[in-house]
């Protein structure tokens, strides 16, 4: 199971820190060995925010790169999104993803949370 928290309101500019708390049955899982964060936001695709290798190899989409930071506590089981310089248009439902990297690169999802909502005032 995976557990989003830290979504919320703020102002353009501001900054917000979405956790990702893993449960240890989806740790035991061997094969799964990414993990990442996507959004959506009503009427389109869910979309690749973030992605976090096994070996903390890191890949951003174009719109967040250089705002949004992707980091992991092993000891806590724990991911974190830290979003800076927020946007109206970053606002959607953020969710969190354990997956498979298929490549270097490329995290296929299968398991994800239940979401948390980024507001972002203009």
């Known amino acids: 199971q995976l557990v989003e928290s830290g979504g919320g309101l703020v102002q353009a500019g501001g900054s917000l820190r979405l956790s990702c708390a893993a449960s240890?049955?989806?740790?035991?899982?061997?094969?799964?060995?990414?993990r990442g964060w996507y959004r959506q936001v009503p009427g389109k695709q869910r979309e690749l925010v973030a992605t976090?290798?096994?070996?903390?190899?890191?890949e951003y989409a174009d719109f967040v790169k250089g705002r949004f930071t992707i980091a992991r506590d092993n000891a806590k089981n724990t991911v974190y999104l830290q979003m800076s310089s927020l946007k109206p248009e970053d606002a959607a439902v953020y969710y969190c993803?354990?997956?498979?990297?298929?490549?270097?690169?490329?995290?296929?999802?299968?398991?994800w949370g239940q979401g948390t909502q980024v507001t972002v005032s203009s």
């Open positions: 240890g049955s989806i740790s035991s899982i061997n094969n799964i060995n990414g």
């Open positions: 976090l290798s096994p070996l903390d190899g890191t």
């Open positions: 993803a354990a997956g498979v990297f298929t490549d270097m690169t490329t995290m296929a999802p299968l398991y």
